[in-house]
């Protein structure tokens, strides 16, 4: 059974997070990072775990399994790269159009259990907007993007890492069908696939692939891949996730070793059957 959280009280944003909550003691999320190529599949794979994990119905404050996308975090354009963006000449694959620092802050306050506020993005102007995502904390969050795990730090604090590995045809056939229907011309949906994303894919996030736990073929369609993870979710949820702390993470100094073997007291068994520790192993080295 997925854990009660306590209700949310202020904002990461509005800095009187960890001094005004210092007493009450927050939950860590297990992070999963979902990378892959442009039109893999990530989104439709992650709302597919969300979907299993029984989560879709939810209201959102009341959701344990959140989605987040790498795609807030895209920089704000000057009006000059904004004019290039129109003519399909802004390179969106590469690592330098995401604002790292702040998606590697937002993961970190999520990671440590505070409500966070995300910016949002309009593809058609290609500017943040206004309005900004509010995600409250929950137990399972899915982050993802084509680059989530470029930034080390970043790529780092994810508990488990997953790559949607699709046929490139397959998902330019994806990515022309979707990029047609946000109104853009053939040639130019083309012209940047060319220039800017398959370079990128090459050289940015096809090399990541190699920090994945579980690279995923066929995304969505590969239903086998994705209730192995879904279970595998479960069983660490099952093995009592609100009273599972991350020392290495957080800074508090307690090891992942210790913090398991501290929950030796608790009724639940599972947490301490010897094949249920070997699930909560940090995932954080490369392969
Ligand atoms: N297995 C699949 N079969 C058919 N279409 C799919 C499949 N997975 C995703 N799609 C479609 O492909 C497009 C891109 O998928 P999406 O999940 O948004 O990819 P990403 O988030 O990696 O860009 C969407 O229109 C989606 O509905
Ligand atoms: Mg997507």
Redesign the pocket.
Known sequence: ALCRLPPPSQTAMDGSGASGEAERPRHHPFLIGVS????????????KIMELLGQHMVDHRQRKVVIV?QDCFYKVLTPDQKAKALKGQYNFDHPEAFDTELMYQTLKDIAEGLVVEVPTYDFVTHSRLEDRITVYPADVVLF?G?LVFYPQKVRDMFHMKLF?D?DSDV?LS??V??DMSRGRDLEQILGQYTTFVKPAFEEFCLPTKKYADVIIP????NMVAINLIVQHIQDILNGDLCKWQRGSMNGQGRSLKRAIGEQSDLPNGAANLPGKRVLLEPSSRPH
């Open positions: 892959g190529g442009t039109a893999s599949g990530k989104s439709t794979v992650c709302a996308s993802e084509i949607v699709t998902r994806r990515r069908l979707r066929r995304g969505v369609d």
